[in-house]
């Protein structure tokens, strides 16, 4: 069965630093998300990507956040520069028509 | 901005037992979705409703949507030891935010042998 796969499962980084969590996006689908999740809360929409651009971003995903897809099949999140609260389980979803998200299993950030 | 609440946070059952969480959003939607997350899981689809007043069921599972598609439930007949992990709703208004989910707190189900 196709899956969305993400690298790395787990990620520390030292306050500041830039990381890239990357993502592959069932190929077929169309509609590219990234949520996160601070651990034991609800999960929170950050940015959806359609048609090679940002289609909605939330009040979190500021200046500090951003998405590429480099090359038709990856789908990073770079944030510049790390803080304590961007701790969390970063999820990249996907979806054919924008309908159903299919979840990757998440990459953990903890940044120290 | 929108907001989908979602109650209980916790519900504790004994195997047999049923389970109902509800969800509720601050505006009216294009469509309702629910997720299942394992614990140490990522969101695992469920079912979308999209209808006024529809029902859907998957087993023991029951999902409703409200006649004004602000409000929707889900209902699990006869828990099993398997049914236990935290349930969210998430809700999409559609229009320029197609595809954009606005999860609930969600209720996490722990069910006693």
């Known amino acids: 069965e196709p899956e969305v796969t993400q690298t790395p499962s787990h990620q520390v980084t030292q306050m500041g630093q830039e990381v890239i969590l990357r993502c592959v996006p069932i190929?077929?689908?169309?509609?590219f998300y990234w949520y996160r999740q601070i651990l034991g809360q609800k999960v929170e929409f950050l940015v959806s990507?359609?048609?090679?651009?940002?289609?909605?971003k939330s009040e979190i995903f500021d200046d500090q956040f951003s998405v590429e897809r480099p090359d038709g099949s990856n789908f990073t999140l770079k944030i510049r520069s790390t803080k304590l609260e961007d701790s969390a389980m970063y999820f990249c979803?996907?979806?054919?028509?924008?309908?159903?998200?299919?979840f990757g299993q998440g990459t953990r950030l903890t940044v120290v | 901005g929108q907001q989908v609440m979602q109650i209980p946070q916790y519900q504790h059952v004994q195997e047999g037992e049923d389970f109902t969480t509800y969800c509720n959003s601050s505006?009216?939607?294009?469509?309702i979705q629910w997720y299942k997350q394992r614990p140490g899981g990522h969101p695992v689809f469920l079912i979308q409703?999209?209808?006024?007043?529809e029902v859907k069921k998957q087993k023991r599972l029951t999902f409703q949507f409200g006649e004004a598609k602000k409000n929707s439930s889900l209902h699990i007949t006869a828990t099993q030891t398997t049914d236990v992990g935290t349930y969210f709703c998430?809700?999409?208004?559609?229009?320029?935010?197609?595809?954009?989910?606005?999860f609930g707190q969600g209720t996490i189900l722990t069910v006693h042998p």
């Open positions: 979803a996907s979806s054919y028509r924008g309908e159903e998200a299919f």
């Open positions: 409703l999209v209808k006024s007043g």
């Open positions: 505006t009216t939607l294009s469509n």
């Open positions: 998430a809700g999409n208004a559609g229009g320029t935010s197609y595809g954009k989910l606005t």
């Open positions: 990507f359609y048609n090679n651009e940002i289609s909605e």
């Open positions: 190929s077929n689908h169309l509609y």
